[in-house]
């Protein structure tokens, strides 16, 4: 069953200071604040922020039961088992607006042969993302 609103699959990252990669999240790919839930301190202890109708959750990096199955790209030489995909509707000038705020370019803004363009990128804290106009909900099904 599908979700009434939005996706169904939701990415979660941790952060170490996750404050701070919502500003960059949200100055640099165009996330918008859908619900940020902070402790006493001021630490993030869940955000999510929304892309059109898609969404990441985020928090910061905890050692609990659940945070001690995950790792930081640099604790495992910057590599990933995973990266959000996000469709944008102009991916040149979303790669252009991600490379200005400082974005780690991984892989360049190209012309895709099926169709679309992509690129993939690091922000500040070394997770990977990949952001397309390639919208595989629009492709022919195989």
Same mark, same amino acid.
């Given at each position: 069953m599908s979700p009434i609103h939005g996706s169904a699959i939701i990415p979660c990252l941790r952060y170490r200071d996750a404050n701070a990669a919502i500003d960059w999240l949200c100055r640099a790919f165009g996330f918008e604040r859908h619900a940020v839930h902070r402790d006493e301190h001021g630490g993030v202890q869940h955000a999510q922020l929304s892309y059109g109708a898609g969404m990441v959750m985020l928090g910061e990096v905890r050692d609990n039961d659940f945070g001690r199955h995950i790792v930081q790209p640099d604790q495992? /030489?910057?590599r990933e088992?995973?990266?959000?995909c996000?469709?944008?509707t102009d991916c040149r000038a979303h790669y252009e607006r991600a490379?200005?705020?400082g974005a780690d370019i991984v892989d360049d803004y190209e012309e895709k042969p099926y169709g679309g363009a992509g690129y993939s990128?690091?922000?500040p804290e070394g997770h990977l993302w990949w952001f /397309?106009?390639?919208d595989p909900w629009q492709s022919p099904q195989a």
């Open positions: 495992v /030489g910057g088992t995973q990266c959000a996000v469709t944008v490379r200005a705020a990128c690091r922000d /397309g106009s390639y």
